[in-house]
């Protein structure tokens, strides 16, 4: 059969019968038709697989478990603490609703006042710092014995 023309004249090596007027291009890894965010995150994930999980990884693992189990027990408890509060510390709705909601104001300006000095002493100090602060408001405040200094521990334990 004749070979239709391609930029010129074909040259076939007669032993293999391959055209050798064009080169031979690499084959990827990647498929060529994703899009550049898609090809990201398929770079990403070789990267990931390529570094592999190893002790460091566990440990920073378990590190921020406890941090972030840390930070559920401050929402949780305020339901645990909630009704004796309320009988020791004669509270109104209003008061009982502000002493839910503290936690949530402090995370929120702590979410801020934190991510702004991590850019400063970095992430791990910064974490350490905020972990210690949480900690040492919290002990604190399970010793209070007034609504108003409860209520601060709890802004800063937030």
Known sequence: QPQPELD?????????????????????????DLSPTTQLAHDYENALQEAGF???????????????????????????VLPSAERDLC????????????????????????GSVSDKLGRKMTLLIALGTNAFFALISSFSTGYAFFMVCRLFSG
Not at 69 to 75: L, S, T, Y
């Open 8 to 32: 010129g004249e074909l040259k076939k090596d007669p032993e293999k019968d391959i055209d050798t007027t064009k080169p031979v291009k690499p084959v990827k890894d990647v498929v060529p």
């Open 54 to 80: 190893g002790r460091y990884q566990w440990t920073l693992f378990a590190a921020l478990g406890l941090g972030l189990a840390a930070d559920g027990v401050e929402i949780f408890v305020v339901g645990f």
């Open 91 to 114: 509270l109104s709705d209003q008061r009982k609703g502000w002493l839910g909601g503290i936690i949530f104001l402090g995370m929120m300006i702590g979410a801020i006042i934190w």
